[in-house]
């Protein structure tokens, strides 16, 4: 995703811009998918209203 943007913006290479686009979300849709289902199973449990999350994976 970021290197379509980087086409897009120092390039004016607007055409590849979104196949890129495409392709990254396509390759990082299960991560963001987990990642929100972990934080919300985070939220669900918390015994306080602000909880803090760590990157452990």
């Not at 290479?13 to 495409?22: C, E, G, H, N, S």
């Not at 998918?33 to 669900?44: E, F, G, K, M, W």
């Amino acid at each position: 995703m970021t290197i379509g943007g980087m086409f897009s913006e120092a390039l004016k290479i607007d055409f590849i811009r979104v196949p890129l686009l495409v392709l990254g979300a396509k390759q990082t849709y299960q991560n963001i998918i987990n990642l929100v289902d972990h934080t919300r199973n985070a939220a669900r449990n918390a015994s306080s209203p602000l909880t803090s999350l760590q990157n452990k994976e």
